[in-house]
Each structure stands twice: as structure tokens, then as C-alpha cells.
């Protein structure tokens, strides 16, 4: 562990999604799955964050939300999709209003599959996303880059 090293607490931002993950998430807070054993801690505040929990999928409202809670979060951090709809739009992908998966405008470290995504996904996924978390403050403390390049292509195109 890095001079960085602190408990790791995540924010989470539910994008159109039908509450399906983001029920699942909120379980695995509850005492039965017990996330806290980890450390973590669900903040309302993105400054005071380093995962980044996304559920559903973008759209037109919703975009500039998504980017500007990214934004936010102080490097390193890491994202974490949760469900198909996060990941590709899942069953809503042909929708009018869907534009897809949240990697098209954030760059996302940990996919968690799933419809909606199981409590022991989600947390296989967020533990992985610490270990990755460990790896971008360690290249930080290094002086290496570890923010990748956003997609402004998307955002700015939008659904028409
Ligand atoms: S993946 Fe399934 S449960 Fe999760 S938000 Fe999408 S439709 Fe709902």
C-alpha cells in the first residue's frame, strides 16, 4: 500500500436506470453482504470519492450529469458499471433515447454483468476495482498519467 492508501468510499449515480442494480447495490450496504467490512462508504459528495458506481444507461438528460460527477472525483479513481445497461444500454439499446453504455462518454475499469447484477457481482466487482485503484495510486505517486482521454465525440453528438 501507497502513502495514499485510504479507505476507499464510492458514489453512486444511478443513470435511467430502473432501480433493478441500484436495489442490488443498496443490499450490498445492508449488514447481510456488509461492503463496510471493506471500508467502504457510500458518500452523496463525488470530492470525497474514488469509485465511481454507475447503473443504467446515458442519455440526452443524464450525459452531462455523468461527466460532471466524473469530473468531480479526484484522480485516482476508478468506475465501475454495474448491470448490462451500464455496460451497453442492455434491453434498452435500441430505445429513441438510449445512447448506450456509459464507456461512450467515462472510461470504466470494472464491468459487472448482470440483469439485474447479483450482490456478490457487485461486490467481486468493487473489489477488483480496488485492486486497480491500488495500481493508478501507485503509477501516480510515480508521476505516470492516470486519467485516459474522455470521449467528447459522444457527448457533444448526442442522440440526433
Ligand atoms: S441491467 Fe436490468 S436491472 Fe439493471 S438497470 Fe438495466 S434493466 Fe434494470
Not at 485510504?6 to 443513470?15: G, I, T
Not at 443490499?27 to 457510500?42: K, Q, S
Not at 448491470?83 to 470494472?110: H, Q, T, W
Request: charged share 20%.
Amino acid at each position: 500500500m501507497t502513502y495514499l492508501s485510504k479507505s476507499p468510499w464510492l458514489l453512486h449515480y444511478n443513470a435511467s436506470s430502473c432501480n433493478g442494480c441500484d436495489i442490488e447495490i443498496l443490499a450490498c450496504l445492508t449488514p447481510m453482504y456488509d461492503v463496510e467490512r471493506f471500508g467502504i462508504i457510500n458518500t452523496g459528495n463525488p470530492k470525497h470519492a474514488d469509485i465511481f458506481v454507475v447503473t443504467g444507461s446515458i442519455n440526452e438528460e443524464n450525459k452531462d450529469v455523468l461527466v460532471n460527477l466524473y469530473e468531480q472525483i479526484p484522480d485516482p479513481k476508478v468506475v465501475v458499471a454495474i448491470g448490462i445497461c451500464a455496460a451497453s444500454g442492455g434491453v434498452f439499446r435500441e430505445c429513441y433515447n438510449v445512447m448506450g453504455g456509459i464507456d461512450k462518454l467515462i472510461p470504466v475499469d470494472v464491468y459487472v454483468p448482470g440483469c439485474a447484477a447479483r450482490p456478490e457481482s457487485i461486490i467481486d466487482g468493487i473489489v477488483k476495482s480496488l485492486g486497480i485503484l491500488e495500481e493508478k495510486r501507485t503509477a501516480m505517486v510515480k508521476g505516470i498519467p492516470v486519467k485516459p482521454e474522455m470521449n467528447t465525440a459522444v457527448r457533444e453528438a448526442g442522440t440526433e
